[in-house]
């Protein structure tokens, strides 16, 4: 049952849920409890402190106040649950109504709701409040005239949303009437925001009923209301404190839970809930030595050895990274080359030294220049004055800040890396513009990066980085995000960058077509293991691996004279990162796997030019 | 995680035609809540001057005096035509009162607690949230949520009790009540920013828990700039904009918070005023002065949307929808 899980995940969520439900039974029960009368006077027993025949002590009047707390509870979760209720069905109807019909009608019921919406909530209830005269109905009337609005919102924009789902699309063309579809089909799946929604509004009532209880609009005496009795024990709370503070308390933590319950909900249906945050402001401890210029000469610019990365996730310990070995040097392109979940983002990521603090394990050796990065290194990266690392994201409209004018953020690299004045940095920012294919500079410099195009932002991104001065740019899959003609003109401007700034460069990228025409050397990623790795010319002619094999058969091929071989997709899916075989990962999927490839690490196999393979099969077709 | 911006959509307009738009839907919002109220004081059963004592010849001169005698629709183009005079209507129980008076009495007092308070809720806010979210999952961020929840869940009005009781009547800090000095206005003015403070510390934690997850976070990093730039230009100044989206709200909470602050802390500003015209029934006082919040609350609503729009580039060119 997912219900029970999602209790035992939080305690908060069931701790909340259960003080509820005992207020709730306490409410209900409340005048069984007590011998007493909640409207008897007994003027010999007035303000008596809290004691064993009164637990909650007695009133100016004498009247008990634990039966006269307990009965205000529930006639203000009457209120609330009252309140929240119709706002709902209301919400349901008319939002759903609205986002299910659509068109003209939902043009005018949006507009109406603007007009409504902007009308001051409570001024509503307490207008109502006035002209109605206190009670429990007219609070009621007050509080749902307008307040079913941001209901009928949330449901129609769920149901606009879901209306398009596949399975809503399917139901409606297998001729299900409107009715059945909006409450078989959509119903269920806007459920979980609208019950969020439903429990922050209850515990909104419960306090705007104390609050006009409190200006005197609330439950009209006798009766009366946890803010009734607040305000009564107000008048007498310097003299006999626990008048207010019995009830109030019973109010705050009433509404406590509520709100407690409402949040922890809001985050456990949140998809976005177990994305780690990372936390850039902790100090970093590891930072990139500087470096005397000799020691530099000869080394491979970046080396990874047996590098291995695991996070820890709920669900057990999530191997992305397992003993990646790789060498790359100044003004060589290596493409590490692998399908989605393989790895490769988390190993430039890692690099780079922006994994999330917690919950990343890593080891093995990074050198950079011949000199080791400890990994992660954590907080802004003090990259002044030393050897830089830079790297570049898929989607370029995310790698910009987009509160900053594009230039800025360029020339507020400059003053950080090179310590340039602002002056010099702008005029250094329009230059960067120009080497990264910007024809408008001046125009670039002051614009915010939605005003500008796809590949005009990845251009922006690429002079941000080139700021920096860098030797190493890692590029996380750079262009996957643009146009395949915007694709080329990026890749051509940083094979150009390769070049005249002898920059080395890891391009990591799904897209075996954009490895094999740009790459100088490939590494092929396969659960984050690297199966098979060698110059590019050499991989592409004579793949050795079943899985880059497979990988290019997947490439289309226009020219193949029958259509139906032009295009072989790879059998089988991603295989799951936590149930790993000891062996070679992708036994399962594999046409010639043997039967002890599962289990024996399988060995590396070189043949010419650096072109290495890891599999059993190719060692056995070259030495059997 | 943009929260929906109210007011008309113009797409592919210019902005004047934008602000327009708006301008119209703020006057028939305005429109609405007149309308509502006078039809709302007809409603209420009774005669303001059914009293025995009112000879019929003294009644009749009254209702010709307030425009009663008149057909109903004439009474309510004249009430329209005096609210666009910024005429709010007169109490009809203490003669000779109007709104206006009173406004004009109230409304300076309550404008500056209002201040005092807006300015404490920024700074506690901002303070609260700002830890949360950058020392997230920690010790200072599970007090700083903790507190900020236990802000937007106890009332105003018992905070304002609890605060009177410690801090002026057990340890005698300060006033228990009025108006006159500094040390008087400290409480009210404390109690009244608890809740917008505690909001804006729940907005911020989260937004700036939703800003660390963007890529452009990751490039100011690696660019290596300073904390204090990275701080406050990258990470605050896009995670301070879902805050500025709750300062409509928060100019109504601060105006409704000040009913029961005003009233408990016997501060004379309009909020007291109007809630003893609530337990007076004085009918014609409440509802003009309901007009009059209703109205600046509207108006509060409309500037903030529009300086919202000036604060985020994306939304200042009008340019189309991005992410």
């Not at chain 1, 607040?230 to 404190?241: K, L, N, Q, V």
């Not at chain 2, 327009?20 to 839907?25: A, D, H, N, S, T």
């Amino acid at each position: 049952m997912a219900g029970s899980r999602t209790l035992k995940a939080s305690p908060l969520l069931l701790a909340s849920l259960l003080f509820l439900i005992g207020i709730l039974t306490l409410a209900m029960l409340g005048p069984w409890l007590s011998p007493f009368s909640p409207y008897e006077i007994d003027l010999a027993q007035t303000n008596l402190p809290p004691g064993l025949a009164h637990p909650f002590g007695t009133d100016a009047l004498g009247r008990d106040l634990f039966i006269r707390a307990w009965g205000g509870a529930r006639i203000s979760l009457f209120v609330g649950f009252a309140a929240a209720l119709i706002d709902l069905g209301l919400g349901l109807m008319l939002g759903g109504l609205a986002g299910y019909i659509g068109g003209k009608l939902d043009t005018t019921f949006m507009r109406a709701v603007e007009v409504l919406y902007s009308i001051p909530y409570i001024m509503v209830v307490l207008l109502l409040a006035v002209i109605l005269g206190p009670g429990v109905f007219s609070l009621i009337v007050g509080m749902t005239l307008t307040g079913w609005i941001p209901m009928a919102r949330l449901v129609r924009g769920e149901v606009l949303r879901a209306k398009e789902e596949d399975f809503v699309l399917a139901a409606t063309a297998m001729g299900q009437g409107p009715f059945r579809i909006l409450l078989w089909h959509i119903l269920p799946n806007v459920m979980s925001p609208v019950l969020v929604a439903l429990t922050l509004t209850i515990p909104q009532a419960v306090f705007l009923e104390a609050f006009l209880a409190f200006i005197g609009l609330g439950v009209p005496l006798p009766r009366a209301s946890l803010g009734t009795l607040i305000t009564e024990g107000a008048r007498e709370s310097w003299y006999y404190p626990w008048q207010l503070f019995i009830p109030a308390t019973i109010l705050c933590s009433t509404l406590l839970a509520f709100n407690t319950l409402g949040d922890t909900l809001r985050d456990l249906l949140d998809p976005k809930r177990g994305e780690p945050a990372p936390r850039p402001l902790v100090k970093g401890s590891a930072e990139i030595p500087a470096l005397p210029p000799e020691k530099t000469v000869g080394a491979p610019l970046l080396t990874l050895e047996r590098a291995c990365v695991r996070f820890l996730t709920p669900r057990g310990e999530l191997p992305a990274i397992r003993e990646v070995s790789l060498t790359l040097q100044s003004g060589e392109m290596l493409a590490l080359v692998g399908e989605s979940g393989s790895g490769k983002s988390t190993l430039g990521r890692s690099i780079m030294g922006l994994l999330p603090k917690k919950g990343s394990l890593v080891s093995g050796k990074c050198l950079f220049m011949g000199q080791e990065l400890r990994l992660p290194r954590l907080g802004p990266l003090d990259q002044l004055g030393k050897p830089k690392l830079a790297m570049v994201f898929q989607n370029p409209l995310g790698s910009l800040n987009p509160t900053m004018q594009a230039g800025k953020q360029v020339a507020e690299a400059l003053v950080a890396a090179r310590m340039l004045s602002w002056a010099a940095a702008k005029e250094e920012a329009l230059h960067l513009f120009k080497e990264v294919g910007i024809q408008n500079q001046r125009r670039c410099f002051f614009a915010y990066p939605h005003e500008l195009s796809g590949g005009m932002r990845q251009r922006v991104v690429f002079a941000v980085m080139l700021a920096l001065s860098p030797s190493l740019l890692i590029a996380d899959e750079p262009t996957t995000a643009l146009d395949v003609a915007t694709q080329a003109r990026i890749l051509a401007l940083l094979t150009k960058l390769k070049t005249t700034r002898g920059l080395g460069i890891l391009f990591i990228t799904h897209n075996f077509a954009l490895a094999k025409g740009w790459a100088d050397r490939v590494s092929v990623l396969y659960a984050g293991e690297i199966v098979e790795e060698g110059p590019s010319t050499r991989l592409f002619q004579d793949p050795q691996h079943p899985y880059t094999k497979g990988l290019l058969d997947s490439i289309p091929k226009p020219d193949a004279d029958d259509p139906d071989t032009a295009l072989l997709a790879l059998p089988g899916s991603p295989p799951d990162p936590y149930t790993l075989p000891k062996g070679c990962a992708f036994t399962p999927r594999c046409p010639v796997a043997r039967p002890y490839c599962k289990d024996e690490p399988a060995p590396w196999v070189t043949l010419q030019d650096g072109h290495r393979a890891r599999c059993f099969a190719v060692k056995e077709a070259l030495f059997l | 995680m943009r929260p929906a911006q109210s007011g008309v959509r113009l797409q592919g307009k210019g902005p004047l035609w934008r602000l327009f738009g708006r301008v119209i839907m703020m006057l028939t919002t305005l429109w609405v809540v007149a309308t509502f109220t006078f039809l709302g004081m007809r409603l209420i059963p009774g005669d303001p001057f059914a009293d025995p004592k009112v000879t019929p010849q003294v009644r009749e001169n009254l209702y010709r005096k307030y425009g009663l005698d008149k057909p109903l629709y004439k009474q309510y183009f004249r009430y329209l035509g005096n609210l666009s005079r910024l005429d709010f209507g007169v109490s009809y129980v203490q003669l000779g009162r109007s709104v206006n008076d009173i406004i004009a009495q109230g409304f300076p007092v309550s404008a500056e607690l209002g201040l005092w308070a807006l300015l404490l809720a920024l700074f506690w806010g901002t303070l609260l949230g700002a830890l949360a979210g950058l020392y997230h999952e920690g010790k200072i961020d599970r007090s700083a949520t903790f507190l900020a929840a236990l802000g937007v869940s106890v009332p105003s009005f018992i905070l304002a009790l609890l605060f009177q009781y410690v801090f002026a009547f057990r340890l005698g800090l300060f006033p228990v009540a009025g108006w006159e000095g500094g040390t008087a206005r400290f409480l009210p003015a404390l109690t009244l920013s608890i809740l917008p403070a505690a909001t804006i510390a729940r907005l911020l934690r989260a937004s700036i828990l939703d800003v660390l997850r963007q890529d452009y976070i990751q490039t100011a990093r690696i660019k290596g700039l300073a904390h204090t730039r990275l701080l406050v230009h990258h990470i605050l100044r896009n995670a301070a904009l879902s805050v500025v989206t709750y300062l409509g709200p928060m100019v109504v909470n601060i105006t409704t918070g000040s009913f029961v602050i005003e009233t408990i802390f016997n501060v004379p500003g309009l909020g007291k005023y109007y809630v003893q015209s609530i337990y007076d029934r004085d009918y014609t006082l409440v509802m003009g002065t309901t007009v009059f919040y209703a109205a600046l609350l509207i108006v509060a609503m409309f500037l903030v949307d529009i300086a919202y729009g000036l604060l985020d580039p994306r939304i200042r060119t009008f340019g189309a929808k991005e992410r």
